[in-house]
């Protein structure tokens, strides 16, 4: 109980000062909240700086919509604060999550800046402001509790561009649709039929990987796995970024993106490889939207392609003498794919799911140590017990690796996340997630969030590991 207090404790009390401060210092017009909004011209999902969606479930079309704007400002601040009370943990390697790391935080701080260019013409730039760590220095857990830790930790924070891009909507005439404001979207309206390009650097979960009810850390669950398919090892450096090119054509029920990213030159790395017709990522996708019982639903289908230098579990069982990465030659491809739900099945509750896997030949490049992963979880509006700003929500999901990859880490081998120095009982990692948000203010929340896993890395000798998180998120 003690050790459980002397996390609990400071967490209450930073987080009471955060919104008290928060409430104090800012003020804004209405008109700028970004509850609900969109920011990629053709979907209905709104993407915070890291590419993770902004949106709650969606609500019925404002009546006043927001008007066209030529330029806005938009920002948010997110504190996240993590403890664990201690857990069955009998020995550990380097990237080993240890019982005694019982606590850490991170906020981030974002602006955005969006201007109009020329007819369907838009720029951005998002400067981000970064500070903390995840648990065990974002280790031992594939599916990672806390999708605002980079894998980079600061203990000073930093300041660096994620996004900075420019966006190109060519309409085809025929119906429009109203697309209100947001971080990354000016208010205007636009043909539903349309075609967007954008260039830039971004996230990839800005254009692919949606989801209403499960796609965004500030407001919705924590967890990797649940923010993005498990499984998905999408074009990003250690903050979660790339330069890209992508295309969405965009019709009333459905939709079709593709997108070609570049890649870092190492595994989990900052620098992107300048060779641009050999390291690469491509992705594509199609989206249909339909109604089942007057509700509406989405279903995705999304599929991968990475070419680069990357390790061969094969390759390393054969000669265990040469690490990982001793074997990066030559260019190698991997590939993946992704099943995506989401089904409104009541006016205030929300059904999703995702079903991913990844090649299983290869080192997992940019995300996790995951090649199988399933989600499934529900959404839950206030409405009902007239908090109607207010969302709970609860998940599970499970991640599995290949056999070759399990011998990798039995051997002592180091993935991006995973890596115990032995692997002697494997397991499919599992974990629940429930969380309640409470809208305090106009533009600031705070999240109650609890997580519990079973065999952590994939390893049966230690957990379960009991997660407890508080988030304040303030939107402006």
């Given at each position: 109980m003690s050790t459980m207090?002397?996390?609990?404790?400071?967490?209450?009390?930073?987080?009471?000062?955060?919104?008290?401060?928060f409430a104090q210092q800012i003020?804004?017009?209405?008109?700028?909240?970004?509850?609900?909004?969109?920011?990629?011209?053709?979907s209905d999902q709104a993407m915070d700086f890291a590419g993770k969606q902004l949106v709650q479930p969606q609500p019925e079309a404002s009546p006043n919509p927001s008007p066209t704007q030529n330029w806005a400002i938009h920002g948010d601040i997110i504190a996240i604060f993590q403890g664990q009370p201690g857990f069955h943990d009998p020995y550990n390697g380097p990237n080993s999550l240890q019982s005694q790391d019982d606590f850490r935080q991170t906020?981030?701080?974002?602006?955005?800046?969006?201007?109009?260019?020329?007819?369907?013409?838009?720029?951005?730039?998002?400067?981000?402001?970064?500070?903390?760590?995840?648990?065990?220095?974002?280790?031992?857990?594939?599916?990672?509790?806390?999708?605002?830790?980079?894998?980079?930790?600061?203990?000073?924070?930093?300041?660096?561009?994620?996004n900075l891009f420019i966006r190109q909507v060519?309409?085809?005439?025929?119906?429009?649709?109203?697309?209100?404001?947001?971080?990354?979207?000016?208010?205007?309206?636009?043909?539903?039929?349309r075609l967007t390009i954008t260039a830039g650097k971004m996230a990839v979960g800005n254009q692919f990987d949606n989801n209403a009810y499960s796609h965004d850390p500030g407001a919705q669950f924590l967890n990797w796995a649940l923010v993005d398919a498990g499984g998905f090892d999408y074009a990003?450096?250690?903050?979660?970024?790339?330069?890209?090119?992508?295309?969405?054509l965009n019709q009333k029920a459905w939709a079709a993106r593709a997108g070609y990213f570049t890649v870092p030159r190492y595994n989990n790395g900052l620098a992107t490889d300048g060779h641009y017709l050999k390291a690469f990522e491509l992705i594509g996708e199609l989206e249909g939207r339909y109604q089942l019982f007057g509700h509406p639903g989405k279903v995705r289908l999304t599929g991968w392609l990475l070419h680069q230098h990357l390790g061969d579990f094969s390759s390393l069982l054969r000669d265990q003498s040469v690490l990982i990465?001793?074997?990066?030659?030559?260019?190698?491809t991997s590939y993946g794919g992704i099943?995506?739900?989401?089904?409104?099945?009541?006016?205030?509750?929300?059904?999703?799911?995702?079903?991913?896997?990844?090649?299983?030949?290869?080192?997992?490049?940019?995300?996790?140590?995951?090649?199988?992963?399933?989600?499934?979880?529900?959404?839950?509006?206030?409405?009902?017990?007239?908090?109607?700003?207010?969302?709970?929500?609860?998940a599970y999901g499970v991640a599995n690796i290949g056999v070759a990859h399990r011998d990798?880490?039995?051997?002592?081998?180091?993935?991006?996340?995973?890596?115990?120095?032995?692997?002697?009982?494997?397991?499919?990692?599992?974990?629940?997630e429930a969380y309640y948000n409470v809208a305090v203010w106009k533009w600031v929340n705070f999240t109650v969030d609890y997580q519990l896993f079973v065999n952590p890395g994939y390893n049966e000798d230690r957990g379960p590991i009991n997660v407890f998180s508080g988030r304040v998120t303030l939107r402006f």
């Open positions: 207090l002397s996390w609990a404790l400071p967490v209450v009390v930073h987080l009471g000062f955060c919104v008290s401060a003020s804004v017009s209405p008109a700028s909240a970004l509850a609900e909004n969109n920011l990629i011209a053709g906020t981030t701080a974002d602006l955005f800046f969006g201007v109009r260019l020329w007819p369907g013409a838009e720029f951005y730039l998002n400067p981000e402001y970064y500070q903390g760590f995840g648990l065990g220095n974002t280790h031992g857990i594939a599916q990672f509790p806390n999708a605002e830790a980079y894998k980079v930790g600061q203990k000073v924070g930093d300041v660096f561009i994620p060519f309409g085809f005439g025929g119906e429009q649709e109203h697309l209100d404001e947001g971080p990354l979207q000016l208010a205007g309206n636009v043909d539903i039929s990003a450096d250690s903050l979660g970024y790339e330069y890209g090119l992508t295309a969405e990465n001793g074997l990066r030659e030559p260019y190698r099943l995506n739900f989401e089904q409104e099945v009541a006016k205030d509750v929300g059904l999703f799911a995702r079903l991913s896997y990844r090649d299983p030949r290869r080192e997992a490049y940019m995300f996790s140590d995951i090649d199988k992963a399933f989600s499934i979880g529900v959404s839950v509006n206030g409405e009902a017990w007239k908090r109607s700003d207010d969302v709970f929500g609860f990798y880490f039995a051997e002592g081998g180091l993935g991006i996340l995973v890596g115990d120095g032995k692997l002697p009982h494997f397991g499919y990692e599992n974990f629940i």
